[in-house]
């Protein structure tokens, strides 16, 4: 018997590792360090690896002036409109990351979201912090948005994900990638969330004109007024730099062609 025990404690010293091992759920804050001078900017070695590891992304190349443009749109208070209005007018292509809320309040506009020829992103129905939820209520989460925006719009596919008050961890983007969805995260951004602290237009224009770099996913809210007022001129002058829009589907295209061009390590 104390033979038994001894092969068995040494068994059970072994094999916890591989066992019980399981993927991390602590919760991650999504950050980096700006772009200044149109150098890049930079989320560091720690964060570049946990997102290679899911196929994540945060900008495109450095080589190229391509700019992604986002917006997170967890509810309507007037200004999505006249943001597609100056997309259509400047002919820009951009992926909206909505929530339930968004699309149980607003359908026609998500309607013409996909009729102008841009993206429906997922958000999450509810915007919770998905660390804090099971994976269960993960994935519900996800396909709710899904299915309503498909019912709304017609859009049948949704590879992309914005998690919710950019917090996330290993467990939750293992989750979404089986869903099939791609993290999707952000190069700019800054804060034009509060409503009622609106600065003006120039608030939202300077912090665009200083913070742009090639390959820059930006992130903006549709509520902001400030964003929706400096639009039109952000973008015009952001051509005249030499920079050119493109979607979402295009960058996920050129990622799959530079990694099949770079040779194995």
């Not at 916890?16 to 700006?34: D, E, L, M, Q, Y």
Request: glycine share 6%.
């Amino acid at each position: 018997m104390k033979r038994f025990l001894s092969i068995f404690s040494i068994f059970f010293l072994m094999v916890p590792s591989i066992t019980f091992a399981a993927v991390s759920n602590k919760p991650i804050h999504w950050g980096f360090k700006r772009a200044m001078n149109e150098e890049p900017a930079e989320a560091g070695p720690e964060y570049d690896q946990i997102l290679e590891k899911y196929g994540a992304v945060y900008k495109g190349s450095p080589d190229k002036k391509i700019l992604y443009l986002t917006f997170d749109s967890g509810y309507e208070n007037g200004q999505t409109e006249k943001i597609l209005d100056v997309l259509k007018k400047e002919n820009v292509p951009a992926t909206f990351f909505v929530t339930g809320h968004f699309l149980k309040s607003q359908p026609d506009l998500a309607k013409r979201i996909v009729k102008d020829g841009h993206i429906i992103g997922n958000h999450s129905w509810n915007h919770p912090d998905f660390t804090q939820i099971s994976d269960e209520r993960v994935r519900e989460e996800l396909q709710k948005v899904k299915d309503e925006t498909k019912k709304i719009t017609g859009q049948k596919k949704m590879k992309y994900l914005r998690p919710p008050r950019g917090i996330f961890s290993e467990r939750t983007m293992q989750i979404a990638k089986e869903e099939g969805y791609t993290h999707i995260f952000w190069s700019l951004a800054f804060v034009d969330w509060h409503i009622g602290q609106q600065k003006g237009w120039r608030y939202a224009y300077d912090n665009i004109m200083s913070r742009v770099h090639p390959g820059c996913i930006m992130l903006l809210h549709s509520v902001s007024q400030d964003n929706a007022d400096a639009l039109e001129k952000a973008i015009q002058d952001l051509k005249k730099k030499g920079y050119t829009f493109k979607s979402l589907d295009y960058l996920m295209k050129q990622q799959k062609i530079e990694k099949k061009q770079t040779p194995d390590s």
